[in-house]
């Protein structure tokens, strides 16, 4: 049973470029959130996508989007980057409807922007 | 800004000895979660308790919840050294997002 995938793990860009991280939820899920980790913190709410849209976001610009395909897989895009956008970013899955159900982590993407 | 607060941020133990964590939140949640990060890897689901429970275990584990005092906290038994890492509180308190805490830094000396 395969479980949250990542990629690519590691990637340095410059100021100003383009970056797009992938995920893969767990098999049987169909949710998918992405966070943002800076270092010595915890994890932070990007957004979430649901039936290929976003249900809900955290307190990003809008150089942060993202998307859902119909196999569940997502993309993170974070656009015209900033030396602050340096973190781990994190995809997490779990299956709607299910209460207090466990979300489940990929090992994350590290970027670092120079 | 983020819900949960833990408390120690930091927290250095020998191998054997408990290892107490808190977390404190600010509004009504429907569930809290506890989580485990080794240095820079993915977030490991530890444990669940609902809004209606107020003691829960799994194995070395222990949490409780205080949702008068919205805290929680952690407990981890006989510690060993494979249990550093950094732990996190994570509530739901309602919508679609998970809110996480800064996380307490947990350090077990062989």
């Known amino acids: 049973d395969a479980g ?3 990629s690519p793990t590691h990637l340095i860009k410059t100021r100003g470029q383009q970056v797009t991280l992938r995920c893969s939820p767990k098999s049987g899920h ?11 913190q915890g994890p932070q709410f990007i957004f979430q996508y649901y039936e290929e849209e976003e249900r809900q976001r955290g307190n990003f610009p809008d150089r942060f989007s993202g998307h859902q395909f119909p196999n569940y897989s997502s993309e993170l895009n974070v656009n015209a980057l900033l030396l602050g956008d340096s973190a781990l970013y994190l995809c997490a899955s779990s299956l709607v409807g ?8 990929g090992e994350g993407s590290w970027l670092t922007v120079v | 800004s983020q819900q949960g607060e833990e408390d120690p941020q930091a927290l250095s133990i020998q191998e054997g000895e408990n290892a107490t964590m ?4 600010k509004t009504s949640i ?11 890897r993915g977030l490991v689901h530890l444990i ?4 209606n429970e107020r003691e ?11 949702t008068s005092k919205k805290s929680s906290s952690l407990l981890i038994t006989a510690s060993r050294a494979a249990d550093t890492a950094s732990y996190f509180c ?10 996480f805490g800064a996380g307490t830094r947990l350090f077990v000396k062989a």
Not at chain 2, 22 to 25: E, K, P, Q, T
Not at chain 2, 48 to 51: D, E, G, P, V
Not at chain 2, 90 to 99: E, L, Q, R, S, V
Request: proline share 2%; charged share 15%; with cysteine.
């Open chain 1, 4 to 6: 949250v995938t990542q």
């Open chain 2, 90 to 99: 994570a509530t739901d308190p309602g919508g679609f997002k998970t809110i």
């Open chain 2, 30 to 40: 429907n569930n809290l979660q506890w989580y485990r990060q080794n240095s820079g």
């Open chain 2, 48 to 51: 669940l308790i609902r809004s």
């Open chain 1, 30 to 40: 169909d949710t998918v959130s992405w966070y943002q980790q800076a270092l010595g």
């Open chain 2, 56 to 66: 829960k275990h799994s194995g070395r584990l222990r949490v409780t919840l205080d």
């Open chain 2, 22 to 25: 808190n977390c404190s939140y």
């Open chain 1, 98 to 105: 299910v209460v207090g159900n466990t979300i489940y982590f």
